[in-house]
């Protein structure tokens, strides 16, 4: 089974843009949290929102959650080359299980 | 430094051979985990301690051993049973408090 499911698998935008990627999970969650994975690395924590908050912010990332939906999404404004990975939610369960992810390739 | 250690970074072996990667921290972390990931897929679950002497499979288990002896370290051995190995290898603490997670650097594993 598997805690958190990003959508869509892919997303190719120009520099500058905006992306958007979203995370549905199943469970009641204390909080739910996102990740980055670069090319071939390990995957490091971007942020953190729990469940009695609606919306956090950190750089150029906006995280929001809805939990009446079971759903978060993640934003990153004026996105850069260097925000191509891959990225993955988690909910806080123990056993800590990862969707497929979302693809995000970002062009100079 | 604070952080996970994988070792080694890249790692070969034959066709059914057992070898073992290693997982060791120094973040005073209950909980660690063992992931697989396949070429432009996610995460899998392989294993999970909350605890030292504890640890429970995760979906993917089959083909797969660990032992939890010391808070610090906990290996993954791939045996020949496993009947497709090649893959990413990526092990993970886990925070008691908020349950935030910290990942090794991975060990690529190839059969030759």
């Known amino acids: 089974s598997q805690q958190g499911e990003e959508d869509p698998q892919a997303l190719s935008i120009q520099e500058g843009e905006n992306a958007t990627m979203n995370c549905s999970y199943k469970?009641?969650?204390?909080?739910l949290q996102w990740y980055r994975q670069n090319s071939g690395r390990g995957l490091v924590h971007l942020i953190l929102?729990?469940?009695?908050?609606r919306e956090k912010h950190s750089g150029r990332l906006r995280v929001t959650l809805d939990t009446s939906k079971k759903s978060s999404s993640l934003l990153i404004t004026a996105s850069r080359a260097a925000d191509t990975a891959s990225y993955f939610c988690?909910?806080?369960?123990?056993?800590?299980?990862f969707g497929a992810g979302t693809r995000l390739t970002v062009k100079p | 430094d604070g952080g996970i250690t994988q070792s080694p970074k890249y790692l070969f072996r034959k066709e059914g051979q057992n070898v073992t990667l290693s997982c060791e921290q120094n973040l005073n972390h209950d909980a660690m985990y063992w992931y697989r990931q396949d070429p432009g897929q996610g995460l899998r679950l392989i294993y999970y301690s909350q605890i030292v002497n504890d640890f429970q499979k995760g979906d993917i288990a089959e083909g797969y051993s660990v032992s939890r002896e010391k808070k610090e370290s906990f290996p993954l051995t791939v045996t020949s049973a496993q009947k497709n190995p090649t893959a990413f290898y990526l092990c993970?603490?886990?925070?008691?408090?908020?349950?935030?997670?910290?990942f090794g650097p991975g060990t690529r594993l190839t059969v030759l």
């Open positions: 469970t009641s969650i204390n909080n």
């Open positions: 929102i729990r469940s009695n908050e």
């Open positions: 988690a909910t806080d369960v123990y056993d800590m299980r």
């Open positions: 993970a603490t886990r925070t008691s408090g908020n349950n935030e997670q910290f």
